[in-house]
């Protein structure tokens, strides 16, 4: 779920597009369920991931990249500059 790396930390998403708003919600077996406002649709929701992902954490959108699962619910993201606790505490986990 929360993994430390070298440069930051990486996160396992579920993510689910097409929801009424983007927020966390909770646990998705060993990944986090992000909820996304944006369909499934060219790559929409992965650009949405990344920016909602990059505004809650508060940092630069370049800090933010997709490692594995373009086409895939479940991603692979780093997060750089991030640290594990701050990870859980802004994912309230």
Do not use: W, Y
């Amino acid at each position: 779920m929360i993994a430390a790396t070298p440069t930051g930390v990486r996160l396992t998403v579920h993510a689910q597009p097409g929801a009424a708003r983007s927020e966390i919600a909770g646990v998705h077996g060993d990944a986090i369920k992000v909820r996304l406002a944006a369909p499934p649709v060219d790559g929409k929701a992965n650009e949405a991931l990344l920016r909602f992902l990059a505004e809650l954490f508060g940092i630069p959108l370049r800090q933010v990249t997709l490692v594995r699962g373009m086409a895939s619910r479940t991603k692979v993201i780093d997060l750089v500059g991030v640290t594990p606790e701050m990870a859980t505490r802004v994912l309230c986990l």
